[in-house]
């Protein structure tokens, strides 16, 4: 069985990270002392659940997060520095910090170090996530010992319903634009106006006409959507915004 370590302190390691090209030593001192941290752990880097899923999950509720008590969010794999870098480039993840276990020592003092030759991974840490105070363990959750890749309780919205279940999350918003269109500009001056962040999908660039259509049933933009639910264009979103 793998150990459930609340109440003890996490192992004292020093990390060879990659920073500005050069190699920088980064301590479990440094990461953790005075601090409230999250950290997620996973078997690798550009694997599919934890480039789709995990990663993207505690990104996203970053901010969220922060406003809750948290001072940073680390994403912890056996994987060397240049892979942990590349893949939180590629995941634009900008709130996270990539620590590269490469020799897997952290992850093996956490007794989390498992055998996966199976899938020619060598020795690689199960999938866990933790909230680290001041450098003791506050809270660990253990995905459970079955076959295959279990990703049911380390993910973010977990972690967040531990620290406040009754946080408010950010609204998840896209839009549909054009190059040139006033009204789309229109649309995100009203969303930034609103402190709301979100997602530019550019006809031509990243979407076509056809895929609008097929989405909103509509051929015009701006359109938008707003936890899932479709707005509609910019006289909808103001008045859905009481602009």
């Not at 506050?138 to 620290?163: C, H, Q, R, W």
Request: one cysteine or more; a negative charge.
């Amino acid at each position: 069985m793998l150990p459930n370590r609340e109440g003890q302190r996490v192992p004292n390691i020093t990390f060879r990270t990659r920073q500005n090209s050069e190699w920088v030593n980064v301590t479990t001192d440094e990461l953790f002392s005075g601090k409230t941290v999250i950290v997620f752990s996973l078997p690798g880097a550009f694997t599919p659940t934890c480039s789709s899923t995990h990663l993207p999950g505690y990104n996203e509720l970053a901010d969220t997060f922060k406003e809750n008590g948290v001072d940073s969010i680390i994403c912890m794999s056996v994987n060397d520095a240049f892979v942990m870098n590349e893949w939180a480039k590629s995941q634009e993840a900008e709130n996270i910090i990539a620590i590269p276990d490469g020799n897997g020592e952290f992850t093996e003092g956490m007794g989390m170090l498992v055998d996966k030759t199976d899938l020619g991974f060598g020795k690689r840490s199960w999938r866990y996530s933790m909230l680290v105070k001041d450098g003791v363990i506050e809270k660990m959750f253990i995905e459970p010992e079955e076959p295959g890749d279990p990703f049911k309780v380390s993910d973010a919205e977990t972690m967040l319903n531990y620290i406040n279940p009754k946080a408010s999350r950010p609204q998840c918003v896209s839009l549909f634009t054009k190059v040139g269109c006033p009204f789309c500009a229109r649309a995100k001056t009203m969303l930034q106006e609103h402190g709301l962040e979100y997602e530019e999908i550019v006809l031509g660039k990243d979407a076509t006409i056809r895929s609008l259509k097929a989405m909103t049933g509509a051929t015009t933009v701006p359109q938008v959507f707003i936890n899932g639910k479709l707005i509609g264009g910019s006289e909808a979103l103001a008045t859905y915004l009481g602009a």
